[in-house]
């Protein structure tokens, strides 16, 4: 039998970790920080790459590819969509085939290998429609032929986007031992490095490469995506001796299938009235018959009381008198009952999750039609010097980092004061709180529409022709209300998603959390492709909201729109989050001690 290869003599070792021999990793030459910095390299790269593309995509797809607005808006959101449900096959993938390391650096290599191909296609005169005529009437859009070049480059960028985004968090994590008391700190000094790398990069991606792109040309902009994902990927590689990598758990999503299956397999059966007779951890050792490792090892997962939600569920935990109880190892015949538990656990979030989505949908208008916005704005600083229309996204991206400076050292202490509790808001209030600025924000964009509206009306630019809307004399700063409330809502609903998702997901469910969480963005951004593109089937024949001269649309009603949708949403989020209890109050009634969860961060 192969035994793992041995490790200095009197080295402190770790008994959960290995190098990348696979010997037992050694605390004082592997993880920490060391390992940690190259880690932020990637996931910064990754976060400069993907916004480098997506803010400033919506101007390439009008103003090169000739699309329209309804079409380039659906292609930036379904762009940005794919990226962030990708994360949740990429943390499969992670967790139950390649691990979180082999996961990085294979779709960091693919999202590589995407951003080059768009790269070409800016270069290559043939991937790309000729130039409009002199006054811009004589457009010629896009070929399938041209489309289909950027669409391979955009989803395989997004492909690796995701898969990437799904384990750097959770490889980053992994290089701090929780149990040792120094390296726990560090671990929480880790998240708060990260949220402000992948800000930097956002910085980055919104200033600097927005500016190159407008003035040097996209095939400069690109290009330099291009060399900071393979520079981001060597950096990660250049770490390899120094990681720490951790055993394949197996995917969550795994447990709820068999959970599910296992009820359905015995739907015929009756639930007893005792839940005491229903299989559960206690019962494992003994099934196993004291040998299994992989049974035994479940007896370590915390035991859930019984709760009578979702009664159909337990039918995966009764016990079959027709099957030998030693042979019980089959999971997708029988599930523990705190298995079944943890399940009824994930899909008691369902209702709040579904709350959350539409504030993704509002938040995916900052990328979208409020660029389209400002291109149509005055956007001069100076005589000589004029902002990217995608470069308003600074502001968006400053109020983010402001709000949680002014939450964190003024909010919270006076909600401690005010609401006793020691988190200040809880997180279901923080989300709430993100919706109702979210709502402000759709108003305000409204608002600043029918003025931009009412000012190209007044100089007589809303009859000129072309699909190419004539610059209004209106200051770009007009937009920066809906920028600044959006960018507020976020760093109240993100923080509290993320909160909220990591506390009430059963423990040892770190993907699962992250995931679910992400799946809102994702959602949202897709609710906005089939808004707009019901819209516009509505109303772009005739008297179009969303045309591709926005000074002949009526693109406030889309904002009017979202505002009621989101003023309905949040009606609906209040009623589940009056009624929800919270996993650490319900095992506190029961007279269970919750044990402590594992932190995560995307």
Request: include cysteine; hydrophobic fraction near 45%; proline fraction near 3%.
């Amino acid at each position: 039998m192969a035994t793992l290869p041995e490790t200095k003599q009197g080295a402190e070792t770790l008994p959960d970790a290995w190098d990348y021999k696979g010997r037992a990793a050694v605390r004082s030459s592997s993880g920490g920080w060391a390992s940690a910095a190259m880690i932020l390299g990637v996931e910064t790269c990754e976060r400069l790459t993907t916004l480098g593309i997506a803010v400033n995509l919506l101007t390439y797809l009008t103003a090169t590819m000739h699309l329209g607005n309804a079409t380039s808006a659906n292609t930036v959101t379904n762009f940005l969509g794919t990226s962030f449900m990708l994360c949740l096959l990429g943390g499969f993938i992670a967790d139950t085939y390649l691990g979180r390391y082999l996961t990085i650096g294979i779709f960091a290599a693919v999202q590589a290998m995407g951003v080059t191909i768009l790269t070409i296609s800016t270069i290559i005169p043939s991937l790309r429609p000729p130039k409009c005529a002199a006054g811009g009437e004589s457009c010629i859009p896009a070929t399938g032929k041209q489309l289909m070049v950027l669409y391979a480059a955009l989803y395989l960028t997004a492909l690796g986007t995701g898969g990437l985004k799904s384990s750097v968090s959770g490889f980053g994590s992994d290089q701090f031992d929780e149990t040792e008391k120094e390296e726990k700190k560090q671990m929480i000094a880790f998240f708060n490095w990260f949220f402000f790398f992948i800000s930097i990069g956002a910085l980055m991606a919104v200033t600097v490469l927005v500016y190159i792109q407008d003035h040097l040309g996209r095939d400069w902009g690109y290009g330099i995506c291009a060399c900071a994902i393979l520079v981001g990927l060597l950096i990660f590689l250049s770490g390899t001796k120094r990681y720490r990598f951790k055993k394949l758990v197996g995917s969550p999503l795994t447990q709820i299938a068999s959970v599910m299956v296992a009820a359905w397999r015995k739907r015929s059966l009756d639930p007893p009235s005792d839940s005491s007779l229903l299989f559960d951890v206690d019962d494992v050792v003994a099934a196993a018959g004291g040998g299994d490792e992989g049974q035994v090892s479940k007896k370590k997962k915390q035991k859930l009381p019984h709760s009578k939600e979702f009664r159909f569920l337990d039918r995966a935990a009764i016990k079959d008198p027709k099957v030998p109880i030693t042979t019980l190892s089959n999971k997708w015949q029988l599930s523990t009952l705190t298995d079944v538990e943890e399940v009824k656990l994930v899909i008691r979030m369902l209702p709040t999750w579904a709350t959350t989505i539409i504030f993704w949908t509002v938040y995916a208008q900052m990328t979208t039609f409020s660029v389209s916005q400002a291109t149509t704005m005055d956007r001069h600083i100076t005589a000589s010097f004029q902002i990217p229309a995608a470069s308003l996204t600074v502001f968006f991206v400053a109020t983010i980092l402001l709000t949680v400076a002014f939450y964190d050292r003024l909010l919270v202490p006076l909600f401690r004061k005010v609401l006793k509790n020691p988190q200040g808001l809880t997180p279901l209030q923080r989300i709430g709180v993100g919706l109702v600025l979210s709502i402000f924000a759709m108003v305000a964009a409204a608002l600043t529409e029918v003025k931009r509206l009412g000012v190209a009306r007044s100089h007589g630019l809303t009859t000129t022709s072309g699909t190419a809307a004539a610059v209004v004399p209106l200051s770009v700063f007009w937009l920066v209300p809906q920028f600044f409330l959006v960018g507020s809502g976020e760093a109240f609903t993100y923080i509290g998603q993320l909160d909220f998702f990591l506390r009430e997901c059963p423990k040892g469910m770190k993907t699962m959390s992250t995931g679910l969480f992400l799946s809102t963005l994702s959602l949202g951004f897709f609710v906005s492709s089939i808004l707009v593109s019901i819209v516009h089937k509505v109303t772009g024949q005739k008297k179009p909201w969303l045309a591709d001269n926005l000074n002949q649309g009526k693109l406030y009603n889309f904002y009017w729109l979202l505002a009621i949708l989101s003023t309905l949403n949040l009606v609906v989020f209040l009623a589940i989050a009056r009624g929800y209890v919270y996993k650490e109050k319900r095992l506190a009634e029961e007279g269970i001690e919750l044990e402590e969860e594992e932190l995560a961060c995307h």
